[in-house]
């Protein structure tokens, strides 16, 4: 079945230490993007990538980092510098570039601090 | 980007009643898109309405985007436990999404 993969479900983060969270769709789509939820809250706009090599800065890009060198693959770092980062991710991709395409979603990783 | 607001956060119905959420922008939308999100689930797409005064039905759900395209409506017809979760509509903010806070439904059989 196609789809897009979030690896793992559940992530444990020491003070100080980066950890890296897989998103991997196998859908043949273009754009992919990360977003944060918090409880209670909408979805946030980390980075997005409309194509391989090339991403972009969401609304709360600070203290995360991505890479997009495969269109399949769209790994997010956070980093030490995102000092509460605490929350839901959620990994989405698109057919196309165009940012009016559905999202498809991935289920998720939850990501806590020891 | 576009932003939208939308009302109400949360809602408590008994099975069978009606729910409606409500999306409103200052400006000019583009389109719409409407998604559901079940507890411990992730969104999932329903719609997208992109014609000024379009109403589209999905069996007991009922989208709405206004004649202005300032603003859109989901409604639920007699709800069931089925329907429990998050609603959110999303729209154009650059070549990204912008997601509503969400209208949070619980169904009380």
């Known amino acids: 079945d196609g789809g897009i993969t979030q690896s793992p479900k559940y992530l444990f983060r020491k003070e100080g230490q980066n950890v890296t969270l897989s998103c991997e769709q196998n859908l043949n789509h273009d754009a992919m993007y990360w977003y944060r939820q918090d409880p209670g809250q909408g979805l946030r706009l980390i980075y997005y990538?409309?194509?391989?090599?090339?991403?972009q800065k969401g609304d709360i890009a600070e203290g995360y980092s991505v890479s997009r060198e495969k269109k399949e693959s769209f790994p997010l770092t956070v980093t030490s510098a995102q000092k509460n980062p605490t929350a839901f991710y959620l990994c989405a991709s698109s057919i196309g570039r165009a940012a009016n395409q559905p999202q498809h979603f991935g289920d998720g990783t939850r990501l806590s601090i020891l | 980007g576009q932003q939208v607001m939308q009302i109400p956060q949360y809602q408590h119905v008994q099975e069978g009643e009606d729910f409606t959420t409500y999306c409103n922008s200052s400006t000019t939308l583009s389109n719409i898109q409407w998604y559901k999100q079940r507890p411990g689930g992730h969104p999932v797409f329903l719609i997208q309405l992109v014609k000024s005064g379009e109403v589209k039905k999905q069996k007991r759900l009922t989208f709405q985007f206004g004649e202005a395209k300032k603003n859109s409506s989901l409604h639920i017809t007699a709800t069931q436990t089925t329907d429990v979760g998050t609603y959110f509509c999303?729209?154009?903010?650059?070549?990204?999404?912008?997601f509503g806070k969400g209208t949070s439904l619980l169904v009380t059989p």
């Open positions: 990538s409309q194509i391989v090599n090339d991403f």
């Open positions: 999303a729209v154009l903010s650059g070549y990204a999404l912008n």
